[in-house]
């Protein structure tokens, strides 16, 4: 079982950066790809980006590719995402989450993530 605390959002000027962190507890974050979904209000949660076991292979939503930046640390059990260039839209609630999904191309989708955070406001003022 895994424990997902996220901290760093905040209030930004567009075109500022955040960093958001994602805290995880157990023995065994290594074993699960991770990722960020995003839910901004009146809309459904989206995947904004994943990252897989290793660290080695990212993947990003075509709205966040070439701002954000996501990556993980097994050691320190911790997950992060650089967020530079932010837009009005990138405004929402943060979540990190993980999943035993094997593929990249399953781990777009909320529905195979098994363990959630309770999520950091973000907000991109214009």
């Known amino acids: 079982q895994v424990q997902l605390v996220e901290s760093g959002g905040g209030l930004v000027q567009a075109g500022g950066s955040l960093r958001l962190s994602c805290a995880a507890s157990?023995?065994?974050?290594?074993?699960?790809?991770m990722g960020w979904f995003r839910q901004a209000p009146g809309k459904e949660r989206e995947f904004a980006a994943g990252i897989n076991r290793g660290g080695v292979n990212t993947y990003y939503a075509d709205s966040v590719k070439g701002r954000f930046t996501i990556s993980r640390d097994n050691v320190k059990n911790t997950m992060s995402l650089q967020m530079d260039s932010l837009k009005p839209e990138d405004t929402a609630i943060y979540y990190c989450?993980?999943?035993?999904?094997?593929?990249?191309?399953?781990?777009?989708?909320?529905?195979?993530?098994?363990?959630w955070g309770l999520g950091t406001q973000v907000t991109v003022s214009s």
């Open positions: 989450a993980a999943t035993q999904a094997l593929r990249a191309s399953d781990a777009i989708s909320a529905g195979v993530y098994d363990y």
């Open positions: 157990g023995r065994t974050f290594g074993s699960y790809r």
